[in-house]
């Protein structure tokens, strides 16, 4: 299948959040311009010309200086034909009146905005740079220069955070009349200051029942906005999904660039090196900067298929999964099938698999029942 969607990876935050462990690096003394010489490169390298979405994340690529991001966004938009949507990740407090008209003269059509809470004291505890102010000025930036879709990202299940906090960011930001929502339970992750701090006994994570009981108030709340659910995690004004993460849960192909960007093409799940530097060497000696790379066998397709189509509401196709591998679903998943619609954690309609809200709360059960090796 013809892979048509990228995603560009700028690896640098001007301060590390606390739970973050998303592949970046701090962005004082760093490589940025000699990273960016590569990323162009590595672009330039590729045999896609044309693409249909294009996502840059991070790290956060709103921490490039105006003159660092002006040259990125010249290169993706020389090298590449961008047909659809064309998405940057930004920190509120980045996105000044002038970035954000750079990314609007560039194409720009989508801001996924690092937002997590509204609320003073938890965007300290998180270890954010920006301020509650900062999120209302940057969206009214974005706006004063005709970025059609704005996403804000939020997160529940954080240390000290209540159920009235976490309902108050979101009606904070529903207030906005904001395109897209997309909301994440925080999850304590290895290697972060919030880790050590949960082994040394100084950080309190509300207990499991009240991440739940965000997420099912998050589900309910969203039901009675114009923003409908459409993923597990995410909620959208109609036009306003994301096209591009919608590639990844329906298990299509994607390029991925830069340090620590993973990609999925020809059937080819790859990742690139990770540190800054050895991703530099390798593109400066001419070689793929690829870390590992495997091609997933069919069982191994069927049980992503599964686990990544379900997350969407509408689920996972069953024609297109005939299609893809040549054997029904039934065929592959009569038990799993049978007893998870028994438990009202999955429904069947026409041709589509998908959660119940209870499936939703429980997920990793219902994936879990889609192993094929166990
Ligand atoms: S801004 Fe994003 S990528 Fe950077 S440290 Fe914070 S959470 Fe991680």
Redesign the pocket.
Known sequence: MEVKSAYIHIPF?V???T????N?YFIHNQPVDEYLDCLIKEMCDSEVRVLETVFVG???PT?LSYKQLKRLLIAITDIFEIKGEFSF?A?PDELTLEKVQLLKDFGVNRLSM?VQTFKPELLEI????HHTTDIYQAVTNARAVGIPSISLDLMYHLPQQTLEDFKDSLEKALAMDIDHISSYGLILEPKTQFYNMYKKGKLKIPNEDIGEEMYEYLIERMNKSDLHQYEISNFGKIGHESEHNKVYWKNEGYYGFGAGASGYVNGERYSNVNPVNHYIKKIKNNERPILQSTSPTKTEQMEEEMFLGLRMNKGVSKSRFFEKFDQTVEQVYEQALKDLIQKELIVEQDDYISMTDRGKVVGNLVFEAFLLNV
């Open positions: 935050c301060r590390i959040c739970y973050c462990d998303f970046k991070g790290g956060t921490a990740e920190n690092g998180l270890g954010r740079t």
